[in-house]
């Protein structure tokens, strides 16, 4: 019979809501950061753009649209 073991919160990164340093990286830092946005990131940047009245630029990278994200978030107060 296998043994029980007790899961905390904290040693799951999928349950704790700030997984660690080692997992936040610098969009300048990503070896992805160059290429084409994510669908996701696309389509989350298009509904703060609107919601702030500033231009969608569909061209960003991985990395410029990280950052755009996090500017538009803190000027409409999402994802907080």
């Known amino acids: 019979m296998a043994k029980r073991q007790d899961h905390h919160p904290a040693e799951n990164p999928k349950l704790n809501p700030e997984p660690g340093s080692n997992t936040i990286k610098d969009p ?3 070896t992805t950061g ?6 996701a990131q696309a389509s989350y940047l298009k509904t703060l753009s609107e919601e702030a009245g500033e ?6 990278t991985k990395a ?4 755009r994200i996090d500017e538009l978030q803190a ?6």
């Open 34 to 39: 160059e290429e084409a946005m994510t669908g």
């Open 28 to 30: 300048e830092d990503w």
């Open 64 to 67: 410029e649209a990280s950052r």
């Open 55 to 60: 231009e969608f630029d569909p061209g960003l």
């Open 75 to 80: 000027r409409t107060g999402r994802g907080r």
